[in-house]
């Protein structure tokens, strides 16, 4: 435990947006499972809020400090407890990093398949808690996809064990999905069980430059239509090739004013990205030839293109998704907010799945600019919202975004996930004033 | 609303094991919404016992009638209300019959991926309420992962949306999940929005016999250290094979005392073939060559293999899943309790992921055979646990396997399914005695 002033405010918040600024009364980090039912036990008895926390590499604020609160953090509890080939199945704490799993996978030709942009330093628990996505989702699905069984540790202390270790199972109710997601206001998930899957035998890479946004977006609809089922399927725009360019020395947006960038894997790797390049190549896409290297570079530096920006920039990331085919409409939607509210733009989505990354920014110089940021953010989700859409993909809603759930999920609703909160934490020590609005 | 007597006999149990017989006392099919809406408002009024019901080949009595319960058939709310090819998504009634579904997605080029054993007859909304596996599952997932969202009506009536209609979302706690394969105990199911997959654009079949099943199994996991993904890898035992030769006039069972049956699908197709076929010849398999038709007649026959037994036998089929690796200890134990208990014994199993359907026999005419089935089957369910298995892998616990989830599940589990289960359900009118026992 360290109640010191440097470690309190190093715990206070994650990466995403601080509305409410609170430091921990402490920070404990636990060493096992009997040290996260000691906490909970006296959390419970003397009702302090509990945060739990892995790497802090949220950007929805699930992982800031409450008023009052102790965080308990989970990176110690780091260890892989069991990878077995056979079963392709491991077990691990919940501090344990992404890669680094995904690496005691790759020894067996098997991988961990959710990979969001923090693979390399978030955690396997951190995962669960806000059901990661990532770029390969939309063929081998998000976190809760891969999870078999949960232990978690309840707001008394009860360790309860949920799922399965097989890979079907559909014994009482599904506790295993209900935790995942729940960004620690339901329980603390204290060990997971996984699925592995094999590592693709092969992987081909194609980047393709178009014109404009609506005809790289218009050959994501039309990979989909040749039934090719790519890994990864990255959009970028222009002014997110531009600010590439500004912090790599590259010189893309010169050749094009948005960027494809696509992975198909497997055995059949090379025949879909002979599908992909024929297909893009019709739209009218500058499409890399096979073996590119460059286009193996672009795919690593999109894992990395949403955190550049500039000191003096106000900016805020979103994460909505939309039906693949509003994809267009929505990129149009951004730009015609952008002008109106005279804020930046950029945009990346995972095409693949609807899942777009919008950036709006302004100069912190500039007046009223928190308030032009604030209207944008505003107007891109509830337009998101009127396209079937959903105010967070993947990144999950923390503190950051519950004002916008209401927005998304009718008042029954609501009424039903409080009481879910208040039948797993009657006395709201749980990470209050996470994930669900006004508890 | 129909309260004859044939109807009543006709709608008192699905096609699972019968425990407790009762009639219900009516039997109403919905048209629609709203009037699902007022059967339970209703219901919750007179404090009226509600089953709900698709077509009723559910095999674990989930669809059984209760004493003093109506009966709510949905298989006339059965359109498909919207297919969106851009999308990948279909929105459709509970009554819609899968493989009408399919047929529809696939004029598109599109399928539903969810294939359980009873496609062409069982509903999508059953397929809903017990989570239902199938075939495809290793690699395209079980009935949850393709549903996005649902359209519920709870125990008073009111009308609710879960999920969301894109790919990826993570706004409040999974209700989705929570309700899929809750088997109509926590609300009935009116609207499925289900995500569909691209038709592969080619299959390839590989039948391979061997000399007896620890063999067969071994090439299951060779399989997979091979890094290949089946769409499709079905074991079958030698008396399954006999049983085929005996309802088909084949000669299966001279070939060998096991048959693998692999499908590879998509781009790749042909060269995982080619990788399986040479992975199973050399572990000793008689495998089939490049596109053979009796192959693909198998995977058919494999299709409808459970349901062929002889009226002169009592037989239960069950429905387990055990990590993979332990298949091979699995059926061997299933050889040893046969034997002990004296009854008959055949055994299919989805041996991509573990989940094994063996079948018990024995003849109506021998004396104690109820006895001696009861108890192959209670030590096949009690071995399969120890063995880090699940007393059902896509089934359903419905009426028939409530016994054994307490040795499955620990108590405190068990408790906090019941408190979810009273938290939607206060007045325990949905779908009472079925899925979680002691409610």
Redesign the interface.
């Known amino acids: 435990m360290d109640t010191s002033v440097p470690v309190r405010a190093a715990y206070a918040a994650d990466q995403g947006p601080v509305l409410d600024y609170a430091e921990p009364l402490a920070v404990v980090w636990a060493k096992g499972i009997e040290g996260v039912q000691a906490v909970l036990r006296w959390a419970s008895e003397t009702g302090t809020a509990v945060v739990a926390r892995g790497a802090g590499t949220g950007v929805s604020g699930g992982a800031h400090a409450t008023a009052g609160c102790i965080v308990l953090s989970l990176e110690r509890m780091n260890r892989i407890l069991e990878l077995?080939?056979?079963?392709?199945?491991a077990v691990v704490e919940p501090g344990v990093v992404n890669a680094d799993l995904n690496a005691a996978a790759a020894e067996h030709?098997l991988m961990y398949a959710p990979d969001p942009a923090s693979y390399r330093i978030s955690t396997i628990g951190g995962n669960v808690a806000?059901?990661a996505?990532g770029l390969r989702?939309?063929k081998y699905?998000?976190t809760?996809?891969s999870v078999l069984a949960l232990d978690v540790v309840?707001a008394d202390g009860?360790l309860?064990?949920?799922g399965?270790?097989?890979?079907?199972?559909?014994?009482?109710?599904?506790?295993t999905?209900?935790f995942?997601?729940?960004e620690g206001t339901?329980g603390i998930v204290v060990g997971i069980t996984v699925r592995l899957?094999?590592?693709?035998?092969r992987t081909c890479t194609i980047a393709a430059f178009f014109p404009d946004v609506p005809t790289a977006a218009s050959g994501v609809?039309a990979v989909?239509?040749a039934?090719?089922?790519p890994a990864i399927m990255e959009l970028l725009d222009g002014a997110t090739l531009a600010a590439l360019d500004a912090a790599h020395g590259s010189a893309l947006a010169a050749r094009g004013n948005a960027l494809l960038l696509i992975q198909t894997d497997?055995?059949?790797?090379a025949?879909?990205a002979d599908?992909v390049r024929e297909v893009l190549a019709g739209l009218g896409g500058t499409v890399s030839t096979e073996g590119s290297v460059e286009a193996e570079r672009l795919v690593d530096l999109r894992r990395h293109s949403r955190g550049s920006g500039l000191a003096e920039q106000l900016r805020v990331g979103e994460d909505v998704?939309?039906?693949?085919?509003a994809l267009v409409g929505y990129v149009a939607e951004l730009e015609r907010m952008a002008a109106a509210h005279r804020v930046g733009l950029r945009v990346v989505a995972?095409a693949g799945?609807?899942?777009l990354h919008p950036t709006f920014w302004v100069g912190t110089a500039e007046g009223g600019g928190q308030q032009r940021l604030d209207a944008a953010l505003d107007e891109s989700i509830a337009v998101a919202l009127s396209l079937?859409?959903?105010?967070?993909?993947?990144?999950?809603?923390g503190q950051y975004?519950l004002r916008w759930?209401p927005a998304?999920?009718?008042e029954?609703?609501?009424v039903?996930?409080r009481?879910?909160k208040s039948?797993?934490d009657p006395a709201g020590i749980l990470n209050p004033g996470k994930?669900?609005p006004g508890v």
Do not use: M, W
């Open positions: 077995n080939p056979l079963d392709e199945v030709g806000t059901n996505g989702c939309a699905g998000v809760r996809d309840l009860t309860i064990r949920t399965q270790r097989t890979f079907k199972g559909v014994a009482g109710y599904d506790l999905g209900l995942t997601g729940s339901l899957r094999y590592l693709p035998v609809l989909g239509t039934r090719v089922q497997g055995f059949g790797a025949a879909e599908v998704a939309v039906p693949r085919s995972h799945d609807g899942n079937g859409g959903t105010i967070t993909g993947e990144h999950g809603v975004k759930l998304e999920q009718q029954e609703v609501l039903l996930q009481r879910l039948l797993f994930a669900i």
